[in-house]
């Protein structure tokens, strides 16, 4: 059974912490936290593993097969650099890192050490992402045409990046999941409306060589809550909310057809589908529980895992290229490949 250590016992790392101690293919052997309060919380939860405020007397443990880290992004690429260095497994929280290049330096080593390197894109292991990305897969939509994705709710400020880093990126890893295109520019805008803060509302557009087009929607200070993207395609039009515990996937035979024949010369005739709506079933299993019992899996079987560190490291270079577009105005800005 593979042995965990989790550093970062703040927001997420509970919920990680608690995912490898109930899966029943891993061992939590140990937690860790810089602030002492949360490591005796840790201590009160999890009384059988070894609990600390160093990281580092964390890694030199031999027990120890794998790392989770859920710390701030600007610590990402130090500690899981120390854990591949250390000979672990690494499973590290979104994004993988600050930078391209320190992303690229992470899957440099993690390919030279044979240890798996994965990032935790949580919501590409949820059963509606899963589901619609079965059914985009099987062709039910036809030819994708478009993603339109909102993501917005009141708070949580963070402090060391801005809204497009924190919220932009699940949609980002949640696009990169589903359809097999990859963006080449986009186009940022924001604003920031809190003194001395970042952006905290923000519109990307991403442009593809096809016709496809993404837009993302994110806002930490909107009244309400909602997490809700379209996907359209020639066929069918497929709405993923995942706030809708009844529904959270359906697919609407709905769409519009161009007539052919000597008349369209003169007149382009357009005509309007509507078909029914149906809901698929869908895995309610815990999104995380899904990635942390595939993260075991991927260990034991020496195989890369579905948000490896080649897709982290394309999200952040869209983070970055918005990050750019959002400096200059929105002008848009080429994202880099390999």
């Known amino acids: 059974m593979i042995g965990v250590g989790v550093i970062g016992f703040g927001y997420w790392g509970p919920n990680l912490a608690r995912n490898f101690h109930e899966s029943g ?15 005796d919380l840790a201590t009160r939860r999890y009384p059988t ?32 650099m120390a854990a591949l ?40 292991y949820s059963g509606a992402v899963r589901k619609s990305r079965d059914l985009i897969d099987s062709g ?8 339109d994705s909102q993501r917005i709710n009141l708070g949580l400020f963070q402090h060391d990046v801005n809204v497009v880093w924190d919220l932009a990126v699940h949609d980002l890893s949640i696009l990169d999941s589903l359809i097999k295109l990859r963006p080449v ?16 509302i923000a519109f990307l557009t991403l442009f593809f060589d ?37 529904e959270p996937v359906r697919i609407y035979d709905k769409g519009l057809q161009i007539k052919s024949g ?31 019992r595939h993260f075991v899996d991927c260990i034991n079987r020496s195989v890369d895992p579905q948000t490896d560190g080649k897709a982290g490291l394309r999200v952040v270079r869209a983070l970055e290229a918005a990050s750019k577009s959002l400096a200059d105005g929105g002008r848009p800005v080429q994202i880099q490949s390999d």
């Not at 939590?28 to 490591?39: F, Q, T």
């Not at 039910?140 to 993603?147: D, I, K, S, V």
Request: proline share 4%.
């Open 262 to 292: 000597q008349e369209a010369v003169y007149e382009m005739l357009i005509s309007y589908r509507w078909g029914d709506m149906w809901a698929p079933r869908v895995d309610r299993s815990e999104p995380l529980a899904v990635e942390t």
């Open 185 to 200: 520019r986009v186009s940022a805008s924001g604003a920031r409306h809190m003194l001395g803060q970042q952006e905290n």
């Open 25 to 39: 293919v891993s061992r939590l052997l140990r937690v860790c936290d810089l602030s002492k309060d949360r490591a």
């Open 210 to 246: 096809s016709s496809f087009i993404a837009h993302i929607n994110v806002n930490w200070l909107a009244p309400v809550k909602i997490r809700r993207s379209i996907i359209g395609g020639t066929e069918k039009m497929l709405v993923y909310d995942d706030l809708d515990v009844a």
């Open 140 to 147: 039910q939509l036809g030819t994708p045409l478009y993603f």
């Open 49 to 80: 593993a070894r609990v600390s405020t160093d990281p580092h007397d964390l890694l030199r443990d031999p027990q120890i097969d794998a790392v989770a880290i859920a710390t701030p992004v600007s610590t990402h690429y130090e500690l899981a």
């Open 85 to 124: 260095d250390a000979g672990k497994h690494v499973l590290v929280e979104k994004p993988i890192a600050a930078s391209s290049e320190q992303a690229i330096r992470l899957i440099d080593k993690a390919a030279g050490k044979r240890l798996v390197l994965m990032v935790d894109h949580t919501f590409v």
